[in-house]
């Protein structure tokens, strides 16, 4: 009869541990995961950020054994270093079961999470207290067949300046409030208040080393130039009449780049903006037809534009005009610690295009049209998700 009590209550906590474990495994592996996220690799610091919240659960290194691994020690992401695993083992002591001589039984768990592409946003503001994060200003809908999630936590973090600017998306979110003056709720999606900031979804994405890169130069006269990758300390500048080809690779970018007008090409390109001064923004008139595609592989795949991490926040900054109805953006608008303006109403526009900034506005004359996020191997952004 004791042997019997004893597997009924010393089993049920038993198997009542087991589960205290494996969320603690979950959400230590989901704790990694997020230091992965913001490109911290150090061993010892990913460690304490789990171990703080298997603690949570009730599992410190205390009273546990717990290991870290990433990449994980086995499994499908193995050799994945956006992955990491989690391994919780105790010793639980037993009550009635000491009466037939078994006084422990171990409980082990195992978790792995990492990073895979965001399927929800696509556009992102990521100021944290300043109102307009996200502003609306044009006279008619801005469309994005996607997510946009808006960080700050002021009341009108987001917001529509007049009657006919609208925002319709898959999801607004918004860690604050709203101020929408749109009057067509066919028009306009109805935000979603109090959902808790986002790290940059692009944090793990490294600053390109520069120092070492050649200095870029062009070739051709005016009417038909062709441009090389590497570090411009001359501004880029391509006007009405001109034409404009960007051979593959990263262009650095010392004083700004300005397309005022013209034909402009480019394939598997990056343009990489140091502006310490806060003076020397890129800049596209409507004027221009640009057709940009960003790289699609390697450490910078989907990135287009990346402002430098370290430039001023500085409003007016950077004002992308959309241009022509033949325009074409393929890839990814990175300003983490700066402003754009996202300008403009081309029609004919396709490929896709993710936004990441500090504060944007958006505006446009008719409805206009963000693409869809790109598809899964194209997508630069990175979010935590648990696979084991």
């Known amino acids: 009869m004791l042997a019997v009590l004893g597997l009924v209550l010393d089993g049920g906590r038993i198997y009542f541990e087991k589960r205290r474990a494996q969320a603690a495994a979950d959400s230590g592996a989901m704790a990694a995961a997020q230091e992965l996220r913001r490109s911290v690799r150090n061993y010892d610091t990913v460690r304490v950020r789990a171990v703080n ?53 171990s409980v082990a768990a195992r978790a792995v999470a990492g990073l895979l592409p965001d ?37 009108s973090a987001f ?133 940009l595609d960003a790289p699609g592989s390697g450490p910078y795949m989907g990135i287009l534009f990346f402002g430098a991490r370290t430039n001023p926040y500085k409003n007016p900054a950077h004002n992308i005009g959309r241009g022509s109805a033949t325009s074409n953006y393929t890839g990814t608008f990175y300003f983490p610690n700066e402003h754009i303006d996202f300008a403009g109403t081309p029609t004919g526009s396709v490929g896709w295009t993710i936004i990441v900034a500090r504060t944007m506005n958006v505006s446009g004359t008719s409805g206009t049209t963000v693409v869809n996020p790109p598809p899964p191997d194209e997508n630069p952004l990175l979010v935590p998700v648990m696979v084991e």
């Open 53 to 105: 919240d298997t603690a949570l659960n009730g599992y410190s290194d205390a009273n546990s054994a717990i290991d870290l691994a990433f990449p994980p020690s086995s499994g499908p992401y193995s050799t994945n270093q956006n992955f990491a695993e989690v391994m919780i083992s105790r010793s639980v002591p037993t009550t009635f079961m000491r009466m037939v001589g078994v006084t422990n039984s």
């Open 119 to 155: 399927d929800t946003f696509c556009i992102y503001a990521l100021d944290l207290d300043t109102p307009d994060g996200f502003k609306n200003n044009g006279t008619s809908a801005f469309e994005a067949n996607c997510g946009i999630m808006v960080n700050s936590i002021d009341s």
């Open 159 to 291: 917001r529509g300046t007049g009657t006919g600017a609208c925002t319709k998306a898959s999801v607004i979110a918004i860690s604050g409030s709203y101020d929408i003056g749109c009057v067509d709720s066919t028009r306009q999606t109805t935000p979603k208040t109090g959902v808790p900031a986002v790290p940059d979804p692009l944090s793990h994405v490294p600053e390109p080393d520069w120092t070492s890169m050649p200095s870029g130069r062009s070739t051709g006269p005016p009417s038909n130039r062709v441009y090389q990758p590497g570090v411009y300390s001359a501004p880029i500048h391509v006007s009405a009449g001109q034409v404009a080809t960007f051979l593959p690779g990263i262009y650095v970018l010392q004083n700004g780049l300005n397309f005022t007008g013209g034909t402009i090409t480019g394939t598997d390109v990056m343009f990489y903006n140091l502006d310490p001064g806060g003076n020397k923004p890129i800049r596209v008139a409507a004027g221009a037809s640009v057709d």
